[in-house]
């Protein structure tokens, strides 16, 4: 077991991101954005500073937060954009050591509407079998995506695509309506969904938050662990006592949300402190 976090919530550049690393007494890192860009992203001179740096750091990036089919992407959206994105990753991840990156399975269609889920099979066939003939491991979150739509998604996806194994987040079933249930269909059960997903699961992001308001426009609010709707305590309590040995990976969001940001600067500052107490506050839940 070996605890992370996405660092590019404590700080934009690198410097920032590896003192809070360290001040969490951590040696791993999940890689996101470093100065805004996305980790595959980076130019390659840039990249090769970054490498360097983490060795010479001693941290150990254990995954990649790739833009691969995320919620940003819809289905209609030109493949040979993922394609470019996963030769761009995978010796990115060979060189870093890095054996895991988060994959999702492309924007939700308005419920109701043509899912074009045998376009997102095929899709996520090709993906999976990529990273996996480069002796990597493509892992899907349930996020604002097609498999987040409910644990039945998800699990229609692992029986669709060969290979496809899971990281589980925490938080993201709290705000969104559990599309598997008849109307009025309520928000999502975390701890449920993680029961009916759980064989697959080989990695966990920890967030927590409370369900947005009924009837309003405001949206989720997160929260420190534990201080959520998320059920943090018992879905933590049932991993151990399922013999989970991966990894938990820290995405708090209490500062900011990092895709939401809308080109706003936040506070950074109030970002790097949030992101040391919230990993602090998340060892002492887990203990």
Same mark, same amino acid.
């Given at each position: 077991?070996?605890?992370?976090?996405?660092?590019?919530?404590?700080?934009?550049?690198?410097?920032?991101?590896?003192?809070?690393?360290?001040?969490?007494?951590?040696? *791993?890192?999940?890689?996101?954005?470093?100065?805004?860009?996305?980790?595959?992203?980076?130019?390659?001179?840039?990249?090769?500073?970054?490498?360097? $740096?983490?060795?010479?750091?001693?941290?150990?990036?254990?995954? #990649?937060?790739?833009? /691969?089919?995320? =919620?940003?992407?819809?289905?209609?959206?030109? #493949?040979? /954009?993922?394609?470019?994105? +996963?030769?761009?990753? /995978?010796? $990115?991840?060979? %060189?870093?050591?890095?054996?895991?990156? %988060? +994959?999702?399975?492309?924007?939700?269609?308005? =419920?109701?509407?043509?899912?074009?889920?045998?376009?997102?099979? @095929?899709?996520? @066939?090709?993906?999976?079998? $990529? #990273?996996?003939?480069?002796?990597?491991?493509? +892992?899907?979150?349930?996020?604002?995506?097609?498999?987040?739509?409910?644990?039945?998604?998800?699990?229609?996806?692992?029986?669709?695509?060969?290979?496809?194994?899971?990281?589980?987040?925490?938080?993201?079933?709290?705000?969104?309506?559990? @599309?598997?249930?008849?109307?009025?269909?309520?928000?999502?059960?975390?701890?449920?969904?993680?029961?009916?997903?759980?064989?697959?699961?080989?990695?966990?992001?920890?967030?927590?938050?409370?369900?947005?308001?009924?009837?309003?426009?405001?949206?989720?609010?997160?929260?420190?662990?534990?201080?959520?709707?998320? @059920?943090?305590?018992? +879905?933590?309590?049932?991993?151990?006592?399922?013999?989970?040995?991966?990894?938990?990976?820290?995405?708090?969001?209490?500062?900011?949300? #990092?895709?939401?940001?809308?080109?706003?600067?936040?506070?950074? *500052?109030?970002?790097?402190?949030?992101?040391?107490?919230?990993?602090?506050?998340?060892?002492?839940?887990?203990?």
């Amino acid at each position: 077991m070996f605890l992370s976090g996405f660092t590019d919530e404590a700080g934009k550049d690198l410097e920032t991101q590896i003192k809070a690393t360290r001040e969490l007494g951590w040696t *791993q890192i999940s890689a996101r954005t470093i100065d805004g860009t996305n980790i595959h992203e980076l130019p390659d001179d840039d990249f090769a500073r970054v490498a360097d $740096r983490l060795d010479a750091a001693g941290l150990q990036v254990v995954e #990649f937060g790739s833009l /691969i089919g995320n =919620w940003a992407k819809p289905i209609r959206s030109d #493949f040979a /954009i993922t394609l470019a994105e +996963i030769d761009r990753a /995978i010796p $990115r991840m060979q %060189r870093l050591n890095t054996k895991l990156i %988060r +994959i999702m399975s492309y924007a939700m269609e308005p =419920w109701g509407e043509d899912q074009q889920e045998a376009e997102r099979f @095929r899709r996520l @066939r090709e993906i999976v079998q $990529r #990273f996996d003939d480069a002796g990597l491991q493509a +892992i899907h979150e349930n996020c604002q995506n097609y498999g987040g739509f409910s644990a039945e998604h998800t699990l229609r996806l692992v029986e669709e695509v060969p290979g496809l194994k899971l990281v589980f987040d925490t938080g993201n079933p709290v705000f969104t309506r559990d @599309r598997s249930k008849p109307e009025p269909q309520p928000w999502q059960d975390a701890l449920e969904f993680y029961r009916a997903v759980k064989a697959h699961v080989v990695h966990v992001h920890i967030k927590d938050c409370l369900n947005p308001p009924e009837g309003r426009t405001e949206p989720e609010k997160y929260t420190m662990p534990g201080e959520g709707q998320c @059920r943090l305590a018992e +879905i933590l309590s049932e991993l151990q006592a399922d013999g989970y040995r991966g990894g938990y990976a820290i995405e708090p969001h209490v500062a900011t949300v #990092f895709h939401a940001l809308d080109g706003q600067e936040p506070d950074w *500052q109030q970002c790097y402190d949030s992101f040391v107490a919230y990993g602090q506050a998340f060892e002492q839940l887990l203990a």
